[in-house]
C-alpha cells in the first residue's frame, strides 16, 4: 500500500480505513486513482517538509516551492471524479479521498450527504497534521455513516481560489475546518481538529444520514428539482396535499452568528411523507434577531428571543422552532493577540486570534489566526460547568468556575498551568484543554474565588483570603523554605505580607516582576520574591473609597466605588493619565484627571502599559497614554499621545449600546456592549479585532466572523 509512504500523524483523512481491514469495502483493490492520490500527496508532502527545508536558503528555489507544490496538488489524475460518477450513476465508492476543489464540486452535484474535511499537509499548521491523524477514527466513532472527503492545500496559507465556486454558506477562514454538505449546500460548520465530537455535532445538526451498505443515490437540489426518488420507484400522479408539518431541531439556544439549517418534514393525511412540498415558506417574528431565507436557513444575528414559523401555502400545516439567541456576557482578560469571553449561559469558554489550538503564543510556528469566537474543547471539563471568568497572558489561560475550580491550558513549555508536572526542557508540548490546578500546597477541597496570570507566573485565591502561586519563583512571595527550586508547576502558599488574615482576595493581577491582590477594598503590591503583598499608601486616594479592580504591568492602576482611578508605580508622563509629560515616578496612589461626567467605573492597562482605558457611568469608553496603531481609539493610526483621559469613538458602536466590560492588549482594546456583542479599535494583530488580516482600526468595529456554524 502507497499509504506506507505517510508519517504517522499526516496520514489524510480516510487512510486509516487502508489499515484496519475496511480497505477493501472503501478502496476497491483495482482503484489505481486511489494510488495516484497516495503519491500524488506523498510528493506534495516531500516538497513541503524536505526540499524546502533542504533548500530554504536559496531564494529562487525557494521561490518555486509554491508552484510545484500547486502543480502537484492540483492534478487529479485520472480518471476524474466527474467521469466515475457518470459511470456508475453517481455512486461511485469515493468515501476518503482526497479531492481537488474541481472534484468536490463535481461530487456535490451527485451526493445528497457528504462530509468535507478541509485541512492541509502543512508542516506548519499543526493543528492540520493533529487534525489529519484523528480524522478517519473520528468517522467511525461518532457514527458517521454517508460518504466523506478530503480537500487539502499547501502551505495551509494558501486558500485556493475556487473555494469560492462551492455552495457554501460563508468562506472557509481558516483550517482544519468540517463542512457537511445536504442536497448540494452547506447545512453546517465546525471549525477546529476534526474529532469524534466535531463530527457528532455535525451529524446531530444536519439531514439523516445514509446507511453504510446503501450509499446515498444520487440527487439534485429539493429546492431545484422538488421530490427525489430512487430511479427504480414509480413516480405518484398527483400530490397529496400537506397535512401535517414537523421542523428540527424543535428549539435552538446557541451564540449570536451561529447558522442553523432548518429541516422540514411534510406529511400527508395518510402519515406518508412528501418531499419538497411547494408553497413551503418561513417567516420570522423578529427578523432583527434571526433572519430566516427561503431555502430555510435561519441565521442568528443578535442576542434576544424569536420564533420561526414555517407554512405551506394553501393549507393549514403550521410548524414553529423557538430560538434562544445568547449574547457574551463576561469579556476576559486579553492578550497581546488573543481574547476570550463567556457566553450568556457561561457552559462554554469561546476564544479567538493566533493560535487558538495551543493557546496563547506556540512561536515554534503553529500559528493558525481566528479571527472568530470559537468554543475551546472542554478537557477534562466535568459537564454542565459553569464559568466566572477567564484571563489570559503570553503563554497562559485561566478560567474559574462557579463550583471554585481554576483551570489552565495554553503552551505546556512556557506556559504556567499548575498541574504539579516537570517543566519540559525543550520542544513544544502543547497544553491545548483546559485541566484543573492541583498538588502543592492547595487543599483538595480548596474553593478557588479569583485567578491571575502573568508572563512567568500564576496565582490563584482561596475563599478563605489564601494565595497560591506557581511558575517563577523568583517573581513569588514564598517562604524561604519553599523557594528551592526557580521553577515549580505546583501551587504554593505564599506570604501573606500586611493583607489582613481572612480577608477574601477578589482580584489578581501579575507582571513580569511581582503582583498586586485586591482584598477588603485596598490593594497590596509586591516585587521579586522576598516579602509578602504591602498595601499601597494612600497619597491622593481618599480614605473609605473602596477599589474593586486593579490592573498592574509597568505601572499599577486601580478604579474604585466612587469612580475615581487611581495609579502609582513609574512611567511616561502621558501614561499615568494625571495631564503631565516626561517621567513620573509615584511611590502612592494619584489621581488619574478625566473629564468624564461622575468619573470612571472601570479601568484596564494595555499590554507594557503603553495606553490604558476605562468606562464611564454612560456606557463610553476613555483612553489615554502613547497611541499607537490607534489603541486611543480616536480615529488617529498615527503615533501621538493623550495625557488625559479622552472619548473613544463611537465608531460602529450603536447609539443605544451601552459598554459594561474593557479589556486591552500592548496595541489594541476589546469592550463588551450590553447587546452582548464585542467591540475592538487597535491593531488587528493575529486576527483579535475579528478581522481575517493584520490591519489597523482606529476606532470601534464590532467583531466580525461571529461563532462558526454549529447546526
Not at 520574591?529 to 486601580?558: I, L, M, Y
Amino acid at each position: 500500500m502507497i499509504a506506507g509512504l505517510y508519517p504517522a500523524g499526516i496520514v489524510g483523512a480516510g487512510r486509516a480505513a487502508i489499515s484496519n481491514g475496511a480497505s477493501d469495502a472503501l478502496f476497491p483493490r483495482n482503484d489505481w486513482r486511489r494510488v495516484w492520490v497516495d503519491v500524488r500527496d506523498s510528493l506534495t508532502l516531500v516538497f513541503d517538509r524536505g526540499v524546502k527545508t533542504m533548500f530554504r536558503r536559496w531564494r529562487a528555489l525557494g521561490a518555486l516551492m509554491p508552484m510545484m507544490t500547486l502543480l502537484l496538488t492540483s492534478f487529479g489524475g485520472p480518471p476524474a471524479v466527474a467521469a466515475e460518477l457518470s459511470a456508475t450513476g453517481g455512486e461511485a465508492p469515493l468515501n476518503g479521498r482526497v479531492l481537488a476543489v474541481t472534484e468536490l464540486r463535481a461530487l456535490l452535484e451527485k451526493r445528497g450527504d457528504l462530509l468535507v474535511h478541509f485541512t492541509s499537509l502543512d508542516p506548519d499548521c499543526g493543528p492540520c497534521i493533529k487534525s489529519n491523524g484523528e480524522f478517519p477514527g473520528a468517522i467511525a466513532q461518532a457514527g458517521w455513516k454517508a460518504s466523506f472527503v478530503t480537500v487539502q492545500w499547501s502551505p495551509w496559507k494558501a486558500f485556493p481560489d475556487d473555494l469560492k465556486s462551492l455552495p457554501l454558506a460563508e468562506s472557509i477562514i481558516g483550517v482544519p475546518t468540517l463542512v457537511r454538505f445536504h442536497a448540494g449546500h452547506e447545512a453546517a460548520r465546525v471549525m477546529g481538529l476534526g474529532t469524534a465530537g466535531a463530527v457528532s455535532s455535525l451529524l446531530a445538526g444536519g439531514a439523516p444520514a445514509a446507511s453504510a451498505a446503501a450509499p446515498m443515490a444520487a440527487t439534485a437540489s429539493a429546492a431545484a428539482a422538488g421530490a427525489a426518488s430512487a430511479a427504480s420507484a414509480p413516480k405518484a400522479a398527483t400530490a397529496a396535499p400537506v397535512a401535517t408539518l414537523a421542523v428540527t431541531p424543535a428549539t435552538v439556544h446557541a451564540l449570536y452568528g451561529t447558522s442553523v439549517a432548518l429541516r422540514v418534514e411534510a406529511r400527508d393525511a395518510a402519515g406518508a411523507v412528501i418531499s419538497a412540498p411547494p408553497g413551503l415558506t418561513y417567516t420570522s417574528s423578529a427578523p432583527g434577531v434571526v433572519a430566516v431565507d427561503a431555502t430555510g436557513r435561519a441565521t442568528l444575528l443578535r442576542r434576544g428571543k424569536a420564533t420561526v414559523r414555517v407554512t405551506v401555502t394553501g393549507t393549514g400545516a403550521v410548524a414553529t422552532i423557538d430560538f434562544d439567541v445568547m449574547g457574551f456576557s463576561v469579556l476576559g482578560r486579553t492578550s497581546q493577540d488573543y481574547g476570550c469571553a463567556l457566553p450568556d449561559d457561561r457552559l462554554q469558554i469561546y476564544c479567538w486570534g493566533k493560535n487558538l489550538w495551543t493557546i496563547p503564543v506556540n512561536r515554534q510556528g503553529v500559528v493558525p489566526e481566528v479571527p472568530a469566537p470559537v468554543p475551546i474543547k472542554p478537557g477534562t471539563t466535568p459537564t454542565g460547568t459553569r464559568w466566572q471568568t477567564v484571563t489570559s497572558n503570553t503563554f497562559t489561560t485561566c478560567a474559574v468556575s462557579e463550583a471554585g475550580g481554576v483551570s489552565c491550558w495554553g503552551n505546556g513549555r512556557e506556559a504556567v498551568l499548575g498541574r504539579g508536572t516537570p517543566r519540559p526542557t525543550s520542544g513544544p508540548t502543547e497544553a491545548a484543554e483546559p485541566a484543573a490546578i492541583h498538588g502543592g500546597d492547595l487543599p483538595a477541597n480548596a474553593k478557588l474565588v479569583a485567578v491571575g496570570v502573568g508572563p512567568r507566573v500564576a496565582c490563584a485565591a482561596a475563599a478563605n483570603g489564601k494565595l497560591y502561586c506557581w511558575g517563577a519563583t523568583g517573581t513569588i512571595p514564598l517562604a524561604a523554605a519553599k523557594r528551592t527550586t526557580a521553577w515549580t508547576d505546583s501551587p504554593l502558599e505564599t506570604l501573606p505580607g500586611e493583607v489582613p488574615a481572612g480577608a477574601p482576595i477578589t482580584d489578581i493581577t501579575l507582571s513580569v516582576d511581582g503582583g498586586c491582590v485586591l482584598a477588603g477594598g485596598e490593594v497590596y503590591c509586591w516585587a521579586g520574591n522576598q516579602a509578602g503583598p504591602a498595601r499601597v499608601p494612600a497619597g491622593e486616594h481618599p480614605p473609605g473609597d473602596a477599589f474593586h479592580s486593579v490592573e498592574t504591568d509597568k505601572f499599577t492602576c486601580g478604579a474604585t466605588q466612587a469612580n475615581g482611578v487611581y495609579c502609582f508605580g513609574s512611567a511616561a508622563g502621558p501614561r499615568f493619565g494625571a495631564g503631565q509629560s516626561g517621567f513620573l515616578v509615584a511611590k502612592d496612589w494619584r489621581a488619574v484627571s478625566t473629564s468624564a461626567a461622575g468619573g470612571l467605573t472601570a479601568m484596564t492597562l494595555g499590554g507594557i502599559a503603553i495606553s490604558s482605558c476605562g468606562l464611564d457611568r454612560a456606557g463610553s469608553a476613555w483612553c489615554w497614554g502613547s497611541g499607537y496603531q490607534g489603541s486611543l481609539g480616536d480615529g488617529n493610526p498615527a503615533k501621538h499621545d493623550a495625557p488625559k483621559p479622552q472619548r473613544v469613538e463611537r465608531g460602529e458602536i450603536p447609539s443605544d449600546v451601552a459598554l459594561v466590560g474593557i479589556s486591552c492588549g500592548e496595541y489594541h482594546c476589546l469592550s463588551l456592549g450590553n447587546d452582548g456583542r464585542i467591540y475592538g479599535w487597535g491593531a488587528n494583530t493575529g486576527g483579535i479585532l475579528g478581522r481575517a488580516s493584520n490591519s489597523l482600526v482606529s476606532s470601534p468595529v464590532p467583531l466580525l466572523g461571529a461563532p462558526p456554524t454549529t447546526f
